[in-house]
């Protein structure tokens, strides 16, 4: 079974430029996440997806962030315009949870995309 | 409130020495899910364990194995007879209304 995909796995961008990330989960994952790993710390959720309606997206910040998962599967995450501090490996994960309410299955990780902003 | 402590920032020992990560957990839930995950140099982060809290059954694969005690709301890893490659940020993780809560991790350094 292929794992969560994610791309690119490595940006250098300038600030006040925007990048977008992409991400695929596990086939048949109804769940998806999308977390912020700043260096030396455990990883932040920035927005969960279940099927394509976001469950929460309390810590996203959006006057800059944004994501979508307008079919379901695979999701976007766009940073615009970026800033020195969102330096970060940005990690899609993704659970089977096809039930709704309180997702409670495992959380399979991708490799991550490294950015770093200038 | 609900936390993860994991008290070491990092460990050094020699390889084939056995170490033992700590994690300390707080939660007022009665039902809660517990994790551990591995974090290589490369990045991604890699399932290794998950316990509900109704089953303390302590758990080995291999040269892993996980202690589970409710009573001090603990849930340590141990690696018997470590290696090189198990070099990497180990995470506890504490599930609740389907977040994540983590531990700042433990570095583990294996040294050859």
């Known amino acids: 079974e292929a794992g969560v995909a994610q791309s690119p796995r490595y940006k250098i961008i300038e600030k006040r430029q925007s990048v977008a990330f992409w991400c695929n989960p596990i086939?048949?994952?109804?769940?998806l996440y999308w977390y912020q790993q700043i260096l030396g710390q455990g990883p932040k959720l920035l927005i969960q997806f279940q099927n394509n309606g976001v469950v929460d997206d309390s810590q996203l910040p959006k006057d800059r962030f944004s994501a979508e998962r307008l079919k379901g599967v695979d999701s976007t995450l766009k940073i615009q315009p970026a800033k020195l501090e969102d330096s970060a490996v940005y990690l899609c994960?993704?659970?089977?949870?096809?039930?709704?309410?309180?997702?409670?299955?495992?959380?399979?990780f991708g490799p991550g995309t490294r950015l770093t902003v200038l | 409130a609900q936390k993860v402590t994991q008290a070491q920032t990092e460990i050094s020992v020699v390889e084939k020495e056995d170490v033992t990560l700590d994690c300390v957990y707080e939660t007022r839930d009665t039902t809660y899910y517990l994790f551990w995950y591995k974090q290589p140099p490369s990045g991604e982060l890699v399932f290794l364990i998950r316990?509900?809290?109704?089953d303390e059954q302590n758990e080995i694969s291999g040269r892993y194995s996980w202690n589970f005690q409710k009573s001090t709301s603990s849930f340590n890893f141990t690696i018997t007879a470590s290696q090189v490659v198990d070099s990497a940020v180990y995470f506890c993780?504490?599930?609740?209304?389907?977040?994540?809560?983590w531990g700042a991790g433990t570095k583990l350094i294996i040294k050859p």
């Open positions: 086939s048949g994952h109804a769940t």
């Open positions: 993780a504490l599930l609740r209304n389907y977040q994540l809560i």
């Open positions: 994960a993704s659970s089977r949870d096809l039930g709704s309410g309180a997702s409670t299955d495992t959380q399979y």
């Open positions: 316990r509900n809290s109704f």
